[in-house]
């Protein structure tokens, strides 16, 4: 993570697992699995799990646990790269898959539950909070994210939502 030459791939590995952390809101789980196996190798931490637990067992309480990671060479940056790397796999391994529409460069995924529909979108170029009520339904941005609740058709709500959302 830092200026070694390898820095700027990490930093797009960390936009990249920001993404696909929004990704996974509207059940984009391919984005979140490329994502993880392109930088899977920038973050891993050959055996830092184990190299943790062994020091966590060699200190009598918590408060100890800091300064003997330091001794023992396990630094910040590995602790954030191995921190990093986990929530990537988690987020891969708990992505619900879902089929992704867009429209104007907004991604979302509609569940149908009859009489509701609820509509979850990303939008990367958005920014800000917006409420928009409409017949037979709602929609809220609030940054990156969209939440709609519809009974019409999901499809033309959201391309009003895209417009009345100044999207």
């Not at 184990?50 to 067992?57: H, L, M």
């Not at 330091?70 to 590995?78: K, M, P, V, W």
């Not at 990156?144 to 999901?154: A, F, V």
Request: charged share 35%; hydrophobic share 30%.
């Amino acid at each position: 993570m830092g200026n070694d030459g390898g820095g700027d791939k990490t930093v797009n590995c960390i936009e990249e697992v920001k993404k696909a952390f929004f990704l996974s809101w509207i059940g984009d789980k391919d984005y979140a699995e490329r994502i993880k196996r392109e930088c899977q190798g920038e973050l891993k931490e050959p055996e830092l799990k184990e190299r943790i637990r062994e020091v966590s067992e060699l200190s009598r309480s918590e408060w100890e646990i800091p300064s003997l990671l330091r001794e023992n060479g396990i630094n910040t940056g590995d602790l954030l790269r191995g921190s990093i790397l986990e929530l990537l796999e988690r987020i891969a391994r708990t992505s619900e898959r879902r089929e992704i529409e867009e429209i104007d460069g907004v991604r979302y995924s509609v569940t149908d539950l009859e009489l509701m529909k609820i509509v979850r979108g990303y939008c990367e170029r958005c920014y800000g909070y917006q409420v928009h009520f409409f017949q037979g339904g709602f929609a809220i941005r609030y940054e990156k994210l969209i939440y709609m609740e519809t009974r019409g058709d999901p499809k033309e709500d959201m391309r009003n939502i895209i417009k009345n959302l100044e999207i």
